[in-house]
């Protein structure tokens, strides 16, 4: 401080209005060759400023605000000539350097000039002037924006330029080769070397350049010379601005670099590109429109020539291929040419950008032609008065704020036109995606254009193949029917000849001809009087003669039904005199294993009499008489014929019982419920009740139930119900009627034949169930099929219920003989028992008992009201032809024999037989005496043959006689 104010006061001392540089030239040129006086001060100055120097260049190593102000060129502050220099900032070569450092003035004088420390010290001391402190404080700030606007740009600059000075340093030193300053060279080089580290040597030349340029106004640099502070402002002032344009520069270049992206993205976003592809799909296009012109041109004749072939159809539908492919077609040119149309529109838009960008560059143009005015306009105000210059000072520092907002504003309008770019990149992309889809679009449309076209040309070339075939086949035809014509039209010419000549022949007959013609439409035109009238006759004789067939018909229909109940009251008095029991027997078959084993049978058949069964035992031949004996070759069918009128009974009212006898094994199942493919009489009788009710439908409406049980060692069982194990009991109606029901019982209506076989289904399954061995169990229990028909006719009222049981007795045994223990024994006693019983209660029925113990046994307690009153009975006794059974079957003979002797003697004595008889007529083959020979009349305890004194031939006799008138009258009397 102490150091400035001394210099201070030193140039306080010697005001001038020159500056310091301006004294010091002025001071330093008498040095070089006037007198030695003023040398002798000259170089006390010199020293002095020396001794500044060398601190100034202390100081310059501060920083580049106090380096700034070391140099004496920094007063020039001529704007063009500071615009020129920028521009030519590159330009600079030795010349100007040298003149940088000597600048035509003598090494003396360029060493004396005043130090710029000094200057700013000046400054310093300036601002304790309140006229100037604002003034110096804003130059002050803009000289430290001016740096930092500067460091920058010369910082890139300050390398050649130090280069520069260093190459020029020789010359500089051989200009100033005065002895007198040997340091002072050295000291301004390391002033610029430290400016140039500073980034400041390009404007030291520059206005190095500048003062120059001054030169050539001699006027003008002695005014400034008197001004040395403000020319500092001025400096400082273009500085700024100098800042400024750099900064427009930059941006400038920014904006250059921008412009170029943009176009180079362009180019890069396939622009180009996309514009080659729409180039390719148009040619495409338009090679696809020309060929589908060309084959729609050729279509229609082809289409002509090829309308009656059989391959028109397949050319339309690839006629009606090829129309969609067109369409399709169309649709791809509608697509391309709607992307055309976006592309254009993008394109479009970065024309406006271009645009945009243009104007943004001149409006950048504008905005330097401004700062170069708003230059001058400083210029010219700071030469003026430094109260301007501060103005334009602070002018041109708003002006640079309103420069900063339009960059800011050219930079966020570049970013956003950068954005917009991204979108349209992105758009393009998008499109370019579209376009490669419509390529491979069109590619496949091609494709099968392709593949269309090749079969649309194998089919023209089939059809044209057909068509010359057919052409040629054509001509020959015609020829063929040319030459046919020919001949005929020769025939006929010849027939023709032949026609003129009869036709003159036959004019006298034609005349005839038509009078006959006229006859005879004479007669055409009376024929449909005289029809109408035969018609009328023939009606009235066909209406007379209905009415005498209906007449006749009703009398034939009363007379049927009359007969028809006659010959119903003729079957049951037959029935009621052949008796209600009736006795069948069937001989079983022997099959091939006992036919092997043994193969006898003993069992012989009286051909003249089918009423006769002849057993041969030991030697003796034994003959039994039946009703109706049915040899082993037998069918089903024909056992059930002569069953079918008691079935049928069963629909007028009756109760009918037809239960099978016989030993075990000996056929009872088979004939009852036969086998599934050959049904038996079960089957068949409910078969045959379905096809009488709905004969007589649909004046009689029947309901058929069906139950069906099982009687087990004297155990009722319900074989239809959930729980077949269930003891059932049979008990008496509470009403009075005197009819059983057994509570429990299962009942199921059957309406068909299907209803039928589920219900044997379900007690076969039932019966299964309750036992291990079905068949050992059958053999020891009794199986009934219980039927109930109830008939209500609907004109009459007439109601009708009838009962039908069909029993498959347990096998007869004899215990002696099979020696049963155990359960076995039991279940055989109850067997004997319950057939014992049976045996009872046919004999007091045949008998006439007032008392019939049908309550003995379980079965003949469930079968009293099928077996007493108005009910009928059938007995069939099967029978096994095997000489090991031969026993067995004469005690099951014996007992039928004697049912049906009981039955047919007189009302007393069966009454006085069976009384004796009671015991003896039990089935149980036990009470047969089988050492002793059967003889038929002794074992017969109430046989036909006592009452009517006959032996065995003349009962053969008398039954024979019986069955032959049976048989026939049978065609009148069976039902
Ligand atoms: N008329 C016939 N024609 C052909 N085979 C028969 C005939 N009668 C019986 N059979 C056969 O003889 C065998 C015994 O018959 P079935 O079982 O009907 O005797 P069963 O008297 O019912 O015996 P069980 O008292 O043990 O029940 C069976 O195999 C059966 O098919």
New binding site residues.
Partial sequence: VKLHEGETAEYDEKPSKKSPYTQCRKVGNPVRGRTQGRRRSCTTTKLEELEHRKRAQRYALLGPAVMFGTRKTWDLGHTPCLQELWNKDLSLDASSVDFLISDGEEESSFLTLPNPVLQRRRLTSDLSDPALSDQQLLIQALQEKVCEFQARLRSEDATDRRLLLRLHTPQVNQTDTSQEHPLTNQEILEQDSQLSQAGFTTSVKRLSAGSQRLQDYPDIAAERKGHAQPRHKEVYQLALITGLQTQIEELEKKLVDRTQEVERLRSELGATDLEKQLELLESENQRLRQELKSSSIHEPAHTCSTSTCPHSQEAAALREALSLCEERCKEYERHMAELERQLGERTGAVDELHVRLEEAGQSRDKLQEQLIHTEEILRRHSAAAPSQAMYASKAAEAESSQWKQALMEAQARNQALQEQLGVQRQLLRELEQKLHDSQRTSSELRQQILAYEGEMERTRSQLEAEVQSLEAEKNRVIEEAFVRAESEMKAVHQNLAGVRMNLLTLQPALRTLTCDYNCLKRQVLDFPYMLQNAIAEAKQEICHMIAEVSNTNQELLRKYKREMNLRKKCHNELVRLKGNIRVLC?V??I?QEEAEAEGKSVVSFDSDDDAVLYLSNKGKLMAFDMDKVFP?QATQAEVFQEVQSLVTSCMDGYNVCIFAY?Q????????MEGIPENPGINQRALRLLFSEVSEKMPDWHYTITVSMVEIYNETLRNLLGDNPSEKLDIKMCPDGSGQLYVPGLTEFTVESVEDINKVFELGHMNRATACTNL?EH??RSHALLIVNVAGFNSSTGHRTSGKLNLV?L??SERISKSGAEGSRLREAQCINKSLSALGDVINALRSRHSHVPFRNSRLTYLLQDSLSGESKTLMLV?VSPLDSNIIESVCSLKFAQRVRTVELGTASSSRRHAENSSTSSSPTHDSVELDSPPITPVLLPISRASSVGSSLSSISRISSTRRRSQSQQAPGVRV
């Fill in positions: 069937r079983r078959p099959c082993p016989g075990t094994g000996s056929g009872k199942t088979y004939t068949n059958s053999s498959d347990a096998g099967q």
